[in-house]
Nanobody, 125 residues
Framework: QVQLVESGGGLVQAGDSLRLSCTASGRTFGGLIMAWFRQAPGKEREFVGAISWRGMSTRYVDSVKGRFTISRENTKNTVYLQMDSLKPEDTAVYYC??????????????????WGQGTQVTLSS
């Protein structure tokens, strides 16, 4: 089992930056593919970004490319989502996810076995 705890959400203005953190416990972090998803009110959960075991490979949804950066520190069992140039449409609950079943990153929610409780990010217009 893997436990994931997100932090760092909040209320910010358009154009601001925010960094989310997700700390894992319960198994070897270095063997996990990590990802961030988000869910806005009334919408389905959406893939945001993912990172490989050692952080050498990342992938993002087109809407955040160039604005969001995912990274990880395996020595701290933590994955980050740096969000810059935030827009009102980035308002959502952001979830950290993990899987030990894959050899490469995935944008499919069903590929991830472990989920955090979510952290709210709200943009004021």
């Amino acid at each position: 089992q893997v436990q994931l705890v997100e932090s760092g959400g909040g209320l910010v203005q358009a154009g601001d930056s925010l960094r989310l953190s997700c700390t894992a416990s319960g198994r070897t972090f270095g063997g996990l593919i990590m990802a961030w998803f988000r869910q806005a009110p009334g919408k389905e959960r959406e893939f945001v970004g993912a990172i490989s075991w050692r952080g050498m490979s990342t992938r993002y949804v087109d809407s955040v490319k160039g604005r969001f950066t995912i990274s990880r520190e395996n020595t701290k069992n933590t994955v980050y989502l740096q969000m810059d140039s935030l827009k009102p449409e980035d308002t959502a609950v952001y979830y950290c996810a993990a899987t030990g079943r894959l050899l490469s990153t995935s944008a499919v929610a069903d590929d991830y076995d472990y989920w955090g409780q979510g952290t709210q990010v709200t943009l004021s217009s």
